[in-house]
């Protein structure tokens, strides 16, 4: 069986309630473990507010499209924004895990923990867009 | 995202319900300085009502251990779920900030 969601969201940050909504509505219907959907929005988070706050110089809304689908073997998630090019594989700055509290940068996790919690993830800037896949296993 | 805070002497126990996100973040920032005081020698953060969590909550939280240590005082952390466990060791918090099954735990290792 497979379920599938597909959501447009604005690059505004109340837009991400819906989108946690809609996750978490995908998941009860698909019976998904409180993990997976634990994880999915996480992601999700992490991602969508990437492009909210850092992905556009200019002021005004852009879109974010989203597209999740679950199958027995595990869930495919595709994210497709307008904003400039960004690799989340390349792109980010990897934490100091082994930093002492004071020494600890605040931020950079959360393309940490997209990249942890993903099985696998690809990138490709297409049509002025960047285009990213990420697979996760249903266990997972 | 509540939190509930309860004090025993120099010792504070925060009792985090809820999801705390991007959103909500800057509140449970305000929640938890607004309610730790200078006297404070142990702030135990009692996560096991915590549903979510996600890089803007942990910020937070790497912000309080930050300014706790200023003043001497430690932080810890107690009853978290699988996943958020998980989060924090992915992020590498367990090795700043003890992880404790529960309040005693956190109490008798401090």
Known sequence: ?140 | MECNATREGANLFIAVDGRVDGTNASEFQEALEGVIEESDRLVVLDLGALSYVSSAGLRVVLLVAKELQRQSAKLAVCSLSDTVKEVFTISGFDKIIPVHGTRQEALEAS
Not at chain 1, 25 to 54: C, H, M, Q, T
Not at chain 1, 119 to 140: F, I, P, V
């Open chain 1, 1 to 140: 069986m497979t379920a599938r969601l597909e959501i447009t969201m604005e690059t505004r940050e109340e837009e991400l309630q819906r989108l946690a909504s809609a996750v978490d509505r995908l998941a009860a219907d698909d019976g998904w473990p409180e993990s997976l959907a634990f994880k999915v929005n996480l992601i999700l988070e992490e991602l969508a507010l990437n492009v909210i706050r850092y992905g556009h110089d200019e002021e005004g809304l852009h879109e974010v499209d989203i597209r999740i689908v679950s199958r027995a073997d595990g869930l495919t998630i595709e994210m497709t924004d307008d904003g400039r090019p960004f690799d989340p594989l390349t792109d980010a700055a990897a934490p100091d895990l082994d930093a002492s509290v004071e020494d600890r940068r605040i931020g950079g996790l959360g393309i940490h923990l997209t990249r942890s919690m993903t099985s696998e993830m690809r990138y490709r800037r297409e049509d002025g867009k960047n285009c990213l896949t990420l697979t996760l296993a249903r266990g997972e």
